[in-house]
């Protein structure tokens, strides 16, 4: 039947296959999906020849091969909704407008310089010992001998306690 939906030539086949079953028919799998196969219009012989060539056509039950079938319809039924959107050649060359010719570039922002201060958010130096990092020796701190002499050269021999409300030298 032409224009008909897969939904109204699946359930027609069903219908069909439970006719032959009343009358005593006897039909393979293959059978029965060898003939949906061919009763399907001419749109679907693309799709019917990449299932045969994959061999996936003489292994399917029928319920599988309508999936099949429902899936490919659904893939089209969304890429034929699907609006087309023109490319904007100047995303990829600047304002070519594809006629080959480059012109120059949009301005662009400038470039902003960042630069690095000694000194903390509030203006005060940070000490340079902040600035030594200790070299692991890829053992654990309490058990590297060179720790010590390394945390005392970065940081001094300043006490790991501080008494509250008294400064610190």
């Not at 079953?21 to 693309?46: I, S, Y």
């Not at 490919?72 to 995303?91: A, L």
């Not at 509030?122 to 010590?148: H, I, M, R, W």
């Amino acid at each position: 039947m032409e224009r008909e939906s897969l939904g109204d030539l699946t359930s027609r086949y069903y219908h069909l296959l439970s006719e032959l079953g009343n009358f005593g028919v006897v039909v393979t799998p293959e059978e029965v999906v060898t003939k949906f196969a061919d009763a399907l219009p001419v749109q679907w012989n693309g799709f019917l020849e990449i299932l045969k060539y994959n061999g996936m056509l003489a292994t399917t039950n029928i319920n599988d091969f309508f999936q099949l079938l429902e899936n490919k319809d659904q893939e089209e039924i969304r890429r034929e909704k699907r609006v087309p959107v023109p490319q904007n050649p100047e995303m990829y060359c600047g304002n070519c407008g594809g006629t080959g010719i480059v012109t120059k570039p949009a301005q662009h922002a400038q470039l902003q310089t960042a630069f690095v201060s000694s000194t903390d958010m509030y203006g005060t130096p940070k000490p340079a010992a902040l600035e030594q990092s200790y070299q692991s020796t890829g053992v654990p701190s309490f058990l590297d001998p060179n720790y010590k002499s390394q945390q005392q050269a970065c940081y001094g021999k300043a006490s790991s306690t501080v008494n509250v409300g008294q400064p610190t030298n």
